[in-house]
């Protein structure tokens, strides 16, 4: 991850305080909204000497702001209010409120025809094709229109999206393709980014690149039908070739990383667009307030709830029982396993700010290949106590102290199905958790000290992976301190002797001895009552849960 500074940068935030703003959820704060704004007018045209008689009523718009093509404005402004306002009465004047299905449903639609008409303008300021007779020996891959509704956090329809896409499953190896890698952000390094900045005190504003895939040059020859509904007259039966990627194609991704990686100066090379300060960003609600940063996901809980039906269910205090004993339950009834993986699919992305119920999950996510019912009613639990703490979140505190911290716990033989261990860590800089992990050993082990030494293992590669990346921000970190309970496997770890106990341990699992050694890493003991990876092995009781909450920082602010 690069991290790039701005220089001579002053960020103005007199007008993005999160207790400033104005909430238009109904007409009621719209309509005292004006009448301040109405107020605030006639008091700038009293010290400027202008004559307010000039309104033509109190509810006039302001006239329309020039806005830039390529980064709106100066990013150290803020949002105008009298901007925002006008922007919302365009939203509700000329934005379509319903999805159409095909292209026949939204070529009679005016707002939708708008939109597309600006996708295909991108595709001809970007130079991303060119009309070619159709060629004989080469395969065409189609198009299709795909059509969504743009929402903020607040539910709010803000904007009709067409996106042109390329039916790239049509692509075939080594022809319309060759390589597809491309690298992406680990929410990890989004937390991390998250917490550096609480300690720097910085406030982390947002941008967007405009049509990202369509800046990526293309080395395959590609061709494409033209777009549904907006076929050429003169020739209908051409195609395009592809001179830059599209979406949909397989080497999308990868061309638009390698096109990224080699620009230094974004906005001269890319259509970009400033989008204020970061409070929406890939489900994530971030609040970034004067004593550090609130993040939570109680959109996206509302929405799971709403559509699994749970929205009337009773709340719980736990994710679940400390008593459950799950297995494969053989003689239960089977329910609909695309149901259920979409249940725990859901819930995994929702563990990106809820650490909380981590464990409960990832037990459920054991049985998806043949759940029943026993799993869906452990599922459900999860969506109770899901509901009861809706408006709780991971919280960043601002601080001096940004120290490295792991904590490694093990289960042991707590797979009743394999018999395996479950290994769980978290991690921490300063008062801020930023990863955390309960994962299923990969091999059975034959004690708990051997189960604790794996934990702790994978707990050193995760730190090492953090302070590699963590050396993009100029930090640096030694003998960093590894919490463990367990005093065997901390002398496991300092003892270079093969004895019985540890002969037969694999060998890539003794890394850890390797880097204790060379100071990377220090295990250190911590009672099992002060052990925060507790809460990601086995269910606790609300007593013991709670606690352990709180001090992860999961908290309702």
């Given at each position: 991850?690069?991290?790039?500074?701005?220089?001579?940068?002053?960020?103005?935030?007199?007008?993005?305080?999160?207790?400033?703003?104005?909430?238009?959820?109904?007409?009621?704060?719209?309509?005292?909204?004006?009448?301040?704004?109405?107020?605030?007018?006639?008091?700038?045209?009293?010290?400027?000497?202008?004559?307010?008689?000039?309104?033509?009523?109190?509810?006039?718009?302001?006239?329309?702001?020039?806005?830039?093509?390529?980064?709106?404005?100066?990013?150290?402004?803020?949002?105008?209010?009298?901007?925002?306002?006008?922007?919302?009465?365009?939203?509700?004047?000329?934005?379509?409120?319903?999805?159409?299905?095909?292209?026949?449903?939204?070529?009679?639609?005016?707002?939708?025809?708008?939109?597309?008409?600006?996708?295909?303008?991108?595709?001809?300021?970007?130079?991303?094709?060119?009309?070619?007779?159709?060629?004989?020996?080469?395969?065409?891959?189609?198009?299709?229109?795909?059509?969504?509704?743009?929402?903020?956090?607040?539910?709010?329809?803000?904007?009709?999206?067409?996106?042109?896409?390329?039916?790239?499953?049509?692509?075939?190896?080594?022809?319309?393709?060759?390589?597809?890698?491309?690298?992406?952000?680990?929410?990890?390094?989004?937390?991390?980014?998250?917490?550096?900045?609480?300690?720097?005190?910085?406030?982390?504003?947002?941008?967007?690149?405009?049509?990202?895939?369509?800046?990526?040059?293309?080395?395959?020859e590609v061709y494409v039908e033209q777009p549904p509904g907006f076929q050429s007259f003169n020739f209908p039966n051409h195609v395009f070739k592809l001179k830059k990627t599209l979406y949909g194609l397989k080497q999308a991704p990868k061309a638009w990383y390698e096109r990224l990686n080699f620009s230094k100066c974004m906005h001269s090379e890319f259509e970009m667009s400033m989008m204020g300060e970061l409070n929406?960003?890939?489900?994530?609600?971030?609040?970034?307030?004067?004593?550090?940063?609130?993040?939570?996901?109680?959109?996206?809980?509302?929405?799971?709830?709403?559509?699994?039906?749970?929205?009337?269910?009773?709340?719980?205090?736990?994710?679940?029982?400390?008593?459950?004993?799950?297995?494969?339950?053989?003689?239960?009834?089977?329910?609909?396993?695309?149901?259920?993986?979409?249940?725990?699919?859901?819930?995994?992305?929702?563990?990106?700010?809820?650490?909380?119920?981590?464990?409960?999950?990832?037990?459920c996510a054991r049985f998806q290949s043949c759940p029943k019912e026993s799993h869906l009613s452990a599922v459900k639990r999860i969506l109770r106590y899901l509901k009861g703490t809706m408006n709780i979140g991971l919280w960043y505190p601002k601080g001096d102290n940004f120290e490295l911290i792991g904590f490694s716990d093990a289960h042991f033989a707590s797979c009743r199905v394999e018999r395996k261990s479950t290994?769980?860590?978290?991690?921490?800089?300063?008062?801020?958790?930023?990863?955390?992990?309960?994962?299923?050993?990969?091999?059975?082990?034959?004690?708990?000290?051997?189960?604790?030494?794996?934990?702790?293992?994978?707990?050193?590669?995760?730190?090492?992976?953090?302070?590699?990346?963590?050396?993009?921000?100029?930090?640096?970190?030694?003998?960093?301190?590894?919490?463990?309970?367990?005093?065997?496997?901390?002398?496991?770890?300092?003892?270079?002797?093969?004895?019985?106990?540890?002969?037969?341990?694999?060998?890539?699992?003794?890394?850890?001895?390797?880097?204790?050694?060379?100071?990377?890493?220090?295990?250190?003991?911590?009672?099992?009552?002060?052990?925060?990876?507790?809460?990601?092995?086995?269910?606790?009781?609300?007593?013991?849960?709670?606690?352990?909450?709180?001090?992860?920082?999961?908290?309702?602010?």
């Open positions: 991850m690069v991290v790039e500074e701005s220089i001579h940068v002053i960020f103005d935030e007199s007008n993005n305080s999160l207790q400033e703003r104005e909430s238009f959820d109904d007409d009621l704060g719209l309509e005292t909204f004006m009448g301040k704004l109405q107020i605030e007018d006639k008091r700038q045209q009293e010290e400027s000497g202008e004559d307010p008689k000039k309104e033509e009523s109190p509810l006039a718009l302001p006239p329309p702001q020039q806005v830039q093509d390529q980064i709106i404005g100066n990013p150290s402004s803020g949002v105008r209010t009298r901007s925002s306002l006008k922007n919302i009465c365009n939203n509700l004047a000329f934005i379509s409120q319903t999805e159409p299905k095909n292209i026949k449903d939204a070529i009679v639609d005016e707002n939708w025809m708008i939109a597309m008409q600006e996708e295909l303008n991108k595709f001809e300021r970007s130079e991303v094709w060119e009309l070619v007779p159709r060629p004989s020996n080469q395969s065409v891959i189609g198009t299709k229109w795909v059509f969504r509704n743009k929402m903020n956090e607040n539910d709010i329809i803000v904007r009709n999206k067409a996106r042109l896409v390329a039916q790239g499953y049509n692509q075939e190896e080594g022809i319309d393709y060759e390589k597809t890698f491309a690298p992406v952000a680990r929410l990890e390094a989004i937390r991390m980014l998250r917490a550096f900045a609480c300690f720097k005190d910085f406030i982390l504003y947002q941008m967007d690149v405009k049509s990202a895939f369509l800046n990526g040059f293309i080395n395959e929406f960003f890939l489900g994530l609600q971030i609040k970034q307030l004067k004593e550090g940063t609130f993040i939570n996901q109680a959109k996206y809980i509302k929405d799971l709830l709403k559509r699994f039906n749970m929205e009337e269910a009773k709340v719980m205090k736990t994710p679940m029982s400390s008593s459950i004993k799950l297995d494969m339950d053989e003689r239960g009834k089977s329910i609909d396993s695309t149901m259920y993986r979409g249940m725990i699919g859901s819930l995994l992305y929702l563990t990106a700010s809820r650490p909380d119920f981590m464990y409960s999950v990832c037990l290994s769980d860590t978290c991690h921490f800089l300063g008062h801020s958790l930023v990863s955390w992990h309960s994962k299923k050993q990969n091999s059975v082990v034959l004690s708990t000290a051997e189960a604790e030494y794996i934990a702790a293992g994978l707990c050193c590669a995760q730190i090492l992976w953090m302070k590699q990346t963590l050396s993009d921000f100029n930090l640096s970190f030694e003998h960093v301190p590894i919490k463990c309970d367990n005093t065997s496997a901390i002398n496991i770890s300092k003892n270079p002797v093969q004895h019985s106990r540890t002969k037969h341990i694999e060998i890539r699992h003794h890394f850890l001895r390797d880097h204790a050694q060379k100071g990377d890493i220090t295990l250190e003991f911590e009672s099992t009552k002060d052990q925060l990876a507790d809460i990601f092995t086995k269910p606790l009781s609300e007593e013991q849960f709670s606690d352990i909450r709180r001090q992860l920082g999961v908290i309702s602010l």
